[in-house]
């Protein structure tokens, strides 16, 4: 089956640094996305990777292994209003898009 | 109008009632989707639509249909509505194809009692 990974919830301070991980077990690989979705809105594009490495975009980055199966979001900086919840989506080999169930991400003052 | 709306914004319904769940995209996307979100199960594809005049089957599409009869709308109808389908609905579209970045409308709030 096809599977991915994300911790349900963390944790992070205002100012500090935060790295969300997403894992995933797919039929083939054809490209991994990055969405955020504040409480009761609708997600909104926040990266792309399909080669291996670091994309950088402002205060956030996203990192890829396509040999390790594994994707992280790093988000510099913390503001109150990332609070959000950081979704993972994999396109398999049949170009089709498979969601992780989100990371809740709580900022504390 | 930019980007995507859906209406209703929220909708409480009796078991065995048809509902449609309407979407409009001005984007010109050829590609459309229809997701439900539930707590810890993140996204599902309940229908999607690649082009004008052709749709398909999600991972979810028992007790749905859509149509996509021009570029613009894609509609969602739900025939008998039973309570296992509350759940917040969201409409999406990219360029082209599910490898595409999407574009989410405000979502639909959904209640059946």
């Known amino acids: 089956g096809q599977n991915i990974d994300q911790p349900t919830e963390m944790t992070a301070t205002e100012g500090a640094i935060v790295q969300i991980n997403c894992t995933y077990q797919t039929s083939g690989f054809n490209g991994l996305f990055w969405y955020q979705q504040h409480a009761g809105e609708a997600p909104t594009f926040l990266s792309y990777?399909?080669l291996d490495g670091l994309e950088e975009k402002g205060r956030f980055s996203s990192f890829l292994s396509r040999s390790k199966g594994y994707s992280y979001l790093l988000l510099k900086e913390l503001q109150m209003k990332d609070s959000a919840s950081y979704l993972c989506?994999?396109?398999?080999?049949?170009?089709?898009?498979?969601w992780g169930a989100g990371t809740k991400l709580i900022i504390k003052p | 109008i930019a980007g995507i709306t859906q209406a209703p914004t929220s909708q409480i319904l009796a078991a065995g009632r048809r509902m449609t769940l309407r979407c409009t995209q001005d984007?010109?996307?050829?590609?459309m989707y229809w997701y439900r979100q539930d707590l810890g199960l993140g996204l599902r594809l309940i229908h999607y639509?690649?082009?004008?005049?052709?749709?398909g089957k999600g991972e979810v599409p028992d007790g749905y249909s859509v149509s996509r009869a021009n570029t613009d709308d894609f509609p969602l109808t739900l025939a008998s509505a039973v309570p296992s389908q509350t759940s917040v609905y969201f409409c999406a579209s990219s360029d082209s194809g599910q490898y595409n970045e999407q574009f989410f409308g405000p979502g639909t709030r959904l209640t059946v009692l």
């Open positions: 989506a994999v396109i398999d080999s049949n170009y089709q898009l498979i």
């Open positions: 990777n399909v």
């Open positions: 984007m010109r996307h050829n590609a």
């Open positions: 639509s690649n082009t004008a005049g052709t749709t």
